[in-house]
Structure formats: structure tokens, C-alpha cells
T-cell receptor, first 120, second 116 residues
């Protein structure tokens, strides 16, 4: 079974600064996807960024970028120019390929989350 | 377009009652997932539908939990004889297709269930 570990229960950062959230995972799969989701106080679950394991290039999305180290099974999220609206719980998630009954789908396993607070 | 919607947003029930939670996926999305999220934890997989077929129910905790998606669109998660340990946020997610398998799952706002 896959496990996802987020070792930082809480992080804080000053507005406009940069912060990095850590995530490691354990798998024997070679092909998979990785995601970061954001859960603000409203408790919505919002996609931040995704990474395909077979792509060596790190994904970026505006102020959000990842450092994907496949051999180390590490997938950290860097938030640049932090904004107050970035305050949220961040979840790292691993997607495994399942093939069953003629259907392919992805099964997500989430980490425990990191609460990020951005201070003015 | 409209995102995934869920109803009710909050449900308070007494132990022993049955509850039905509804999910309306993004229009045209073939894949539908149910997750359960305890407070302060990440979501945990419950079940998966491809159109109307329930392809994977390995995450359902026991036989009091069931789900259906009869017409391949709206889905209902039913919990019979609720217990206090069932209290959690129940989330639905949908994605465009089963192929390619790496499609992003888009989550609904969740139903917060409290069993007294």
C-alpha cells in the first residue's frame, strides 16, 4: 500500500516571503501522479498543482512550483511571494493506477496535511 | 461551468438513523469518487464509479455503507444505522474519464455529518 507523509504539521510565513512544504511517499510503482491540494478555512478542496512521475521537469503554476525527486520519493511544494489568501491546510496526494473490470482509474492516497499560516 | 455540488452541506442525525448524501458531479464527468475525511486528516477513499458501474468499493468500512449512481450522473452515499464514529466530512470528486487514468479529481464542498 502507498503511504504519504507530510512531516510538518504546521508552518508559518510572512507575507511576500517563500515557504516550502515537504512531502514524501512510499511506493513500488514506477508510473504515478502526484498532487497538492489546498483546503482553506471554507473547507473546499482546491487543486494547486499536479506532477506526472514520468516527467522529469518540475511542474509550475504561477507562484507555486514543486521539487520532484523521484529516486528520493520526495515531492515538495514551494510557494513564492506568499499571500494572505494562501493560508490553508495543504495536502499532498499520490495517485496510483488501478486497472479493474476493463476500466483504468486513479486512486488517491492523501497525507495528513500541513497547516500553513501567512502573516501580514 | 458549475463544479461538483453536494447536499446537504450539513447533516445532524441521531445514532441509529439512516442518512443519504448526494453528489452531483461536473457535467460530462465519467468518473465519480467518494471520500471520507476526519477532522484534521486527509481524505480517505471509499468507492469509485465509472458511469453507473461501481468498480471499486474497497474503502467502504462495513456493510452499513453503500453507494449508487443509477444513471451515471448523480450519486448517493447511504449510511444505515449511523454510529457516532461515522461523524466526518464526506466528499465527492469527479474526473472527466477513466482513460487516461491520471485525470485530476475535482472535489465538491463536502457534507459534514454529525451523529449524536
Amino acid at each position: 500500500a502507498q503511504t504519504v507523509t507530510q512531516s510538518q504539521p504546521e508552518m508559518s510565513v510572512q507575507e511576500a516571503e517563500t515557504v516550502t512544504l515537504s512531502c514524501t511517499y512510499d511506493t513500488s510503482e514506477n508510473n504515478y501522479y502526484l498532487f497538492w491540494y489546498k483546503q482553506p478555512p471554507s473547507r473546499q478542496m482546491i487543486l494547486v498543482i499536479r506532477q506526472e512521475a514520468y516527467k522529469q521537469q518540475n511542474a509550475t503554476e504561477n507562484r507555486f512550483s514543486v521539487n520532484f525527486q523521484k529516486a528520493a520519493k520526495s515531492f515538495s511544494l514551494k510557494i513564492s511571494d506568499s499571500q494572505l489568501g494562501d493560508t490553508a491546510m495543504y495536502f499532498c496526494a499520490f495517485m496510483k493506477h488501478i486497472y479493474s473490470g476493463g476500466t483504468s482509474y486513479g486512486k488517491l492516497t492523501f497525507g495528513q496535511g500541513t497547516i500553513l499560516t501567512v502573516h501580514p | 461551468g458549475a463544479g461538483v455540488s453536494q447536499s446537504p452541506r450539513y447533516k445532524v442525525t441521531k445514532r441509529g438513523q439512516d442518512v443519504a448524501l448526494r453528489c452531483d458531479p461536473i457535467s460530462g464527468h465519467v468518473s465519480l469518487y467518494w471520500y471520507r475525511q476526519a477532522l484534521g486528516q486527509g481524505p480517505e477513499f471509499l468507492t469509485y464509479f465509472n458511469y453507473e458501474a461501481q468498480q471499486d468499493k474497497s474503502g467502504l468500512p462495513n456493510d452499513r455503507f453503500s453507494a449508487e449512481r443509477p444513471e451515471g450522473s448523480i450519486s448517493t452515499l447511504t449510511i444505515q444505522r449511523t454510529e457516532q464514529r461515522d461523524s466526518a466530512m464526506y466528499r465527492c470528486a469527479s474526473s472527466p474519464a477513466g482513460k487516461p487514468w491520471g485525470e485530476t479529481q475535482y472535489f465538491g464542498p463536502g457534507t459534514r455529518l454529525l451523529v449524536l
